[in-house]
């Protein structure tokens, strides 16, 4: 029987669920793996256990360097309603996304 595959919020939830249990990072670990396969990282684990110790129970992923910036679709739109025969690379350089 094949194993289900995890959500990385699921895990997430999953993590938390587990830290409020008063379980260890690397108990959660193996608790996780027993049941879902190798969908865990202990280092990733620690950090995210680290946030929740601190006080962060929020499992999003917070804003960082290099993340993808959102889009707004009505401004792209726009653009391209104003002139269609701009290219894709155009229209990236001028709102500057990749």
């Not at 993590?15 to 249990?21: C, R, S, T, V, W």
């Not at 690397?26 to 601190?54: M, P, Q, S």
Request: glycine residues 4%; aromatic residues 6%; positive net charge.
């Amino acid at each position: 029987m094949s194993r289900p595959t995890i959500e990385e919020a699921h895990l997430r939830h999953c993590m938390l669920f587990l830290f409020d249990q008063e379980m260890k990072a690397n108990e959660a670990v193996n608790k996780i793996t027993d049941t879902y396969g190798d969908v865990l990282k202990l280092n990733k684990c620690h950090r995210w256990f680290k946030k929740f110790k601190n006080g962060n129970r929020n499992l999003k992923d917070a804003a960082r360097k290099g993340q993808p910036q959102k889009l707004d679709d009505d401004i792209l739109k726009a653009m391209v309603d104003s002139d269609p025969r701009q290219t894709m690379e155009e229209l990236s350089l001028k709102i500057d996304c990749p």
